[in-house]
């Protein structure tokens, strides 16, 4: 499976909506009232043996964007990605008046899923 199908499916649970890399506004999507999720992945890296690469580490990072502390959505957030080991950061926009809770966390897959 890919990473984006594994991400997409962990945050799908969250009923939180979610986009990856940033929000774009069309003619019939606005960017959501917070609370809003936008996740990407960091850094790809390939491990493997005899010249071929056979498994990739994603650092991937979930950001939770909220008017306020979404301690609510902290946790379900946390519920979601708590098969893997993660580090939380937590900023404020001030000039967008939001508050960010940040996560990261590595996913490994194997060549193939």
Same mark, same amino acid.
């Given at each position: 499976?890919?990473?984006k199908n594994i991400i997409e499916a962990l945050l799908a649970?969250?009923?939180?909506?979610?986009?990856? =890399?940033?929000?774009?506004?069309? !003619?019939?999507?606005?960017?959501?009232?917070? $609370? &809003?999720?936008?996740?990407?992945?960091?850094? @790809?890296?390939?491990?493997?043996?005899?010249?071929?690469?056979?498994a990739k580490q994603s650092t991937v990072t979930v950001e939770?964007?909220?008017?306020? =502390?979404?301690?609510?959505?902290? !946790?379900?957030?946390?519920?979601?990605?708590? $098969? &893997?080991?993660?580090?939380?950061?937590?900023? @404020?926009?001030?000039?967008?008046?939001?508050?960010?809770?940040s996560y990261t966390f590595d996913l490994y897959t194997k060549?193939?899923?």
């Amino acid at each position: 499976m890919k990473v984006k199908n594994i991400i997409e499916a962990l945050l799908a649970k969250t009923n939180i909506p979610f986009t990856e =890399r940033r929000w774009n506004e069309y !003619k019939d999507r606005s960017i959501p009232s917070p $609370p &809003y999720i936008v996740w990407f992945v960091e850094v @790809e890296e390939g491990f493997g043996a005899d010249e071929k690469v056979l498994a990739k580490q994603s650092t991937v990072t979930v950001e939770l964007y909220a008017d306020t =502390r979404d301690y609510e959505s902290e !946790k379900v957030i946390e519920d979601v990605i708590a $098969p &893997y080991e993660w580090t939380k950061y937590i900023g @404020e926009i001030e000039d967008e008046s939001l508050i960010y809770v940040s996560y990261t966390f590595d996913l490994y897959t194997k060549k193939g899923d």
